[in-house]
Nanobody, 123 residues
Framework: QVRPVESGGGLVQAGDSMRLSCVAS????????MGWFRQAPGREREFVAA????????DYDDYVKGRFTISRDNDKNTVYLQMNSLKPEDTAVYYC????????????????WGQGTQVTVSS
């Protein structure tokens, strides 16, 4: 079992950068795919990025591709989401997720969810 806990959210201005971290307890972290979803006010939760248990296996939503980078440090049981060139439309609660085996893109594919961290981008 893996329990994700997010940190690093806050308030930034458009164009700024921010890095989210997610520490996931559990001995099996290195065998899990990890990801990030987000939910903006009044909108459905959506996929942002994911990384497989093999770190070179990554995928991104088209809207964040080229601006966001997901990475992992298995020695620290941590996954990161580096967000650059932030836009007001990136304002949302960001959730760290985990699942065994490979990358998924749908909410139902992820077994474990963090509580979320708020990211607010002002214009």
């Amino acid at each position: 079992q893996v329990r994700p806990v997010e940190s690093g959210g806050g308030l930034v201005q458009a164009g700024d950068s921010m890095r989210l971290s997610c520490v996931a307890s559990g001995r099996l972290f290195s065998t899990y795919a990890m990801g990030w979803f987000r939910q903006a006010p009044g909108r459905e939760r959506e996929f942002v990025a994911a990384i497989g248990w093999i770190p070179r296996d990554t995928d991104y939503d088209d809207y964040v591709k080229g601006r966001f980078t997901i990475s992992r440090d298995n020695d620290k049981n941590t996954v990161y989401l580096q967000m650059n060139s932030l836009k007001p439309e990136d304002t949302a609660v960001y959730y760290c997720v985990a699942r065994p085996r490979g990358i998924g893109h749908q909410e139902w594919e992820y077994n474990y969810w963090g509580q979320g961290t708020q990211v607010t981008v002002s214009s």
